[in-house]
């Protein structure tokens, strides 16, 4: 209050407040390879300083979540530290991220082929040598999709394959070789009519026992021999084939 004699006292009230002191920490984003340890996670106070060292206590950095695939977390590095009223402290998490491992020496190869028609099924042969133990071939026809089948050809309609393959292991880098081609050629196939010679009668010279060779075995086709000579001279002894159900005419040449 304030006095004077000549006046009548007068009083007032006032306030006095101490507020927290804002403090930031941010904790540092983080990097491991797939399989690894964690490592020790790190960050810092980014605004704001304490009075004391030991204001907050001993700040340590850790991970909210447990996950091990191959990723990136946020937001999962977080810090805690003492609580203390004379301080407002926001924490800024980080992220996590776990990258691909990889194998060294490891390899996959493939190869594939051209193959003379003969009723079987032809594959892609793909092989992982030993550092790639663990993973798994998968193979991609064109643009398809991925798939552990695989790819064959048995006949010449199924065209030329264009073959993509790779290994794939969980949390590893995938594996991959060289595109490789399949295909299917035709087989020949060859049919004999018989010769045959007659002096001049007025009638038809035909000779019709003729026969056919490199089909493959289980498949059939009807030869019929059509050539017919009356007059005197000489002309092909011709045939008509007529391809079974059990054989393709495209698998031939």
Known sequence: K????SYADRT???TIEITPRKITITVDDTTKIFGQDDPGFTGSITYGSLVNDNDLGTITYSRTN???AVGTYEDVLTASYKENTN???TVVNGDFTITTASTEGAAVTASGG???YNGQAHIVTASLNEQAAGYTIYYKVGDGEWTTIVPSVTNVEDGILTVSVKAVRDGYADLTCDDVTIQITPATLTVTTPSASKVYDGTPLTSTEG????LVSGETVTLTVTGSQTEIGESNNGYDLVWDDSASESNYT
């Open 87 to 89: 301080y407002d402290v």
């Open 2 to 5: 304030a006095e004077n004699p």
């Open 211 to 214: 026969s056919v060779s490199g």
């Open 114 to 116: 051209k193959w003379t």
């Open 66 to 68: 447990t996950d091990e």
């Open 12 to 14: 007032t009230q006032a």
